[in-house]
């Protein structure tokens, strides 16, 4: 079983539509990262949580720490918004201190005009 | 501020050959980590430095190395290179580790095995 597990893995949209990318974790984390990748390679850093909610433009990013799960959701879709979103956790050791980044297996978005 | 910057952008070697991939971060940024990203098995991570140390490092074999210099730029060095060592490989910097930073990602090299 992953670590970090995401839903759905592949995802077509219509312009317009209200998205919702899930991700669920199985350890104790510092953060959660959600990251946005474009063909061609380049990941750009959407959101960085810790708890609660926070809100850039048209995407929303939410964190349920005792549920070990996060949404990140995009209002008004524009094709634009087309690429791979990632969610990936940064966990803690038993310790406290910061272990590394753990990654999902991403969710392709498509969203058609 | 330049972004993270990685050179080359791509690379072809071929099985059994060394080659050294280099990371400058952003300027005032103190972390670099390493990732590898392939179709089958996703971003994966390498390694993370810290003020030149090692803080973390992922399950590859030891044919991975890398290396953090006082200028916070860093390299990683792949020896005796397999066809699975075939990936984008991407570094990251950030403004340290704890507490957890944003992270900002270069743009990859593409390192093609044959």
């Known amino acids: 079983k992953n670590e970090v597990e995401q839903s759905p893995q592949n995802l077509t949209a219509q312009e317009g539509e209200f998205i919702t990318i899930n991700c669920s974790y199985s350890?104790?984390?510092?953060?959660l990262h959600w990251l946005q990748q474009h063909p061609g390679g380049g990941i750009v850093s959407l959101f960085m949580l810790s708890s609660g909610k926070k809100k850039h433009g048209r995407l929303i990013a939410t964190i349920n720490i005792q549920e070990k799960h996060s949404s990140l959701h995009i209002t008004a879709s524009h094709p634009r918004d087309s690429a791979v979103y990632i969610c990936?956790?940064?966990?803690?050791?038993?310790?406290?201190?910061?272990?590394?980044?753990?990654f999902g297996k991403g969710t392709k978005l498509s969203v058609k005009p | 501020k330049a972004g993270v910057t990685q050179t080359p952008r791509y690379l072809i070697k071929t099985r059994g050959q060394q080659v050294t991939l280099s990371c400058s971060p952003i300027?005032?940024?103190?972390?670099v980590s390493w990732y590898q990203q392939t179709p089958g098995q996703g971003l994966q991570f390498l390694f993370e430095?810290?003020?030149?140390?090692?803080?973390n490092k992922g399950n590859f074999p030891g044919r991975f190395s890398g290396r953090q210099f006082s200028n916070s730029r860093s390299e990683m060095n792949v020896s005796t290179l397999e066809l699975g060592d075939s990936a984008l490989y991407l570094c990251?910097?950030?403004?340290?580790?704890?507490?957890?930073?944003?992270?900002?990602f270069g743009p990859g090299t593409r390192l093609t095995v044959t």
């Open positions: 990936a956790v940064r966990w803690l050791r038993d310790g406290g201190s910061q272990g590394n980044l753990i």
């Open positions: 990251a910097s950030s403004l340290g580790v704890t507490p957890p930073r944003e992270q900002y």
């Open positions: 300027s005032g940024h103190r972390s």
């Open positions: 430095y810290f003020s030149e140390t090692q803080r």
């Open positions: 350890v104790g984390i510092s953060a």
